[in-house]
């Protein structure tokens, strides 16, 4: 089995087709297989109530990922089951325009930002930080999607 997900779009944003060949040479940097995940894009309240109610943190934010192997049990038939990815469309768009930067770009940006913590990366630590990031900025720049 190949790597399986699914992008749900919520009619908040229509041109992520790209978003799949990012994702998938994202997936293909780190080796992953037979793995299932989502990404769900939804709105300023929509992520505003997850930040508040999972995160505890009162205010609208780009991305939440639920990693599902934080609990090593969640595997099926030798299929990694990940997580989901919601990516906030109004924000992403506000920080496009504020970084000055294209929504491809942003946009891409938080979905294998998103991936990287279903695969357990993270950014509590300085040194976590910049090796997430520039794992983030090498797959990027590997689908040229540039600042």
């Known amino acids: 089995m190949k790597n399986d997900y699914t992008i749900v779009d919520n009619n908040l944003y229509s041109d992520y087709n790209y978003l799949y060949e990012v994702l998938d040479y994202a997936l293909e940097h780190e080796k992953v297989k037979n793995a299932i995940f989502s990404v769900v894009f939804v709105s300023d309240d929509e992520i505003h109530e997850m930040n508040k109610k999972y995160r505890q943190t009162d205010r609208i934010t780009d ?37 000055g930067h294209s929504e491809k770009r942003e946009l891409s940006f938080l979905a294998v930002h998103g991936l990287l913590h279903l695969l357990g990366y993270d950014h509590m630590t300085q040194e976590d930080e910049k090796k997430m990031f ?14």
């Open 63 to 99: 991305v939440i990922s639920f990693a599902f192997e934080d609990n090593q049990d969640i595997m099926y038939n030798d299929i990694r089951m990940l997580g989901d990815i919601y990516i906030c469309i109004p924000q992403m768009k506000r920080q496009a325009n504020i970084l």
């Open 134 to 147: 520039a794992l983030q900025e090498l797959i990027l720049d590997g689908k040229n999607i540039k600042r």
